[in-house]
């Protein structure tokens, strides 16, 4: 079975810097589409970054310049550095996972999901 699991939320102060990874098993993960979504309390899912199985990106425009995404395909691993943290980030953010190679932010059609890792920002 495929398997997500995130770390690396925490609480941090306005304006520092948090790194999310997302350790994936159960299947080979270098042509998934793969991103990261987030949900604060009262809002839907948001799509944040996403990255296709070719190496391509995507941001939502709210973090562009601040974060990055990325994959370890040897160790199948995907990466969410977010840097000057802003308190709106706050949220659960979650990864997702897809067999099909680029699903963008069509955030109702990845086929996996973690559990979810809370960042809270102040």
């Known amino acids: 079975d495929v398997q997500l699991v995130e770390s690396g939320g925490g609480s941090v102060q306005a304006a520092g810097s948090l790194r999310l990874s997302c350790a994936a098993s159960?299947?080979?993960?270098?042509?998934?589409?793969m991103g990261w979504f987030r949900q604060a309390p009262g809002k839907e899912r948001e799509g944040v970054a996403v990255?296709?199985?070719?190496?391509?990106?995507s941001y939502a425009d709210s973090v562009k310049g601040r974060f990055t995404i990325s994959k370890d395909n040897a160790n199948d691993t995907l990466f969410l550095q977010m840097n000057s943290l802003k308190p709106e980030d706050t949220a659960m953010y979650y990864c997702?996972?897809?067999?099909?190679?680029?699903?963008?932010?069509?955030?109702?059609?990845?086929?996996?999901w973690g559990q979810g890792t809370q960042v809270t920002v102040s």
């Open positions: 997702a996972a897809d067999p099909r190679w680029w699903l963008y932010f069509r955030t109702d059609e990845y086929a996996y």
């Open positions: 159960g299947a080979t993960f270098s042509t998934y589409s």
């Open positions: 990255i296709n199985g070719g190496g391509s990106t």
